[in-house]
């Protein structure tokens, strides 16, 4: 069995987060800054486990206490503790992810254009989204989390099928 592909979970983990933000949105934010925080959470328990854990060999001098990995821990609980506080901020970190995957998108089809016809329609509504979410995040006339979803949507099944269609070749 062939291993999955970078460009295929990229995909399947845009479409998915697409999916949670269309359908959830008000959830959806805090959930993932929740989840953020564990990701940073998770880590530092495994370097402070190492730590602890380690094997003391006499005559070696004893490693240094993991700083990172404690800061990373108690970075991970104020996220988990307190998810509001970053939420404005993680609007524009999502406008910024936009815009990145669009202009990622539109690179890549720059250079595929010579082994076939492209378009470059989605990977601009994307990179344009991303810079509208930028530059009004807290829009009141539109719920930028649907918006953010539908574009990880339109991203991730265009990148699937862009996968697809330059794999065989």
Known sequence: MKSLNGSVLRCIFAIVLGLVLVLWPE???????????????????????????????EGEPSPMFPIDGAGSIL????????????????????GALLVLAGAQQLISLVSARKWSTV??????????TGVMILA??????????????????????????????FSKR
């Open 27 to 57: 959830a959806a934010v805090t959930y993932l800054v929740i989840t953020i925080g564990i990701c940073f959470i998770i880590p530092g328990l495994f370097s402070l486990l190492n730590y602890f854990t380690r094997e003391k060999v």
């Open 75 to 94: 970075f991970g609980a104020w996220l988990v503790i307190m998810p509001q506080f970053f939420v404005s901020i993680l609007m524009y970190v999502l």
């Open 136 to 165: 009004y995040p807290f829009g009141a006339a539109a719920n930028t989390f649907v918006i953010f979803g539908v574009a990880c949507l339109v991203y991730g099944i265009s990148e699937l099928i862009n996968w697809y269609k």
């Open 119 to 128: 378009f470059y329609i989605i990977p601009s509504l994307i990179l344009i």
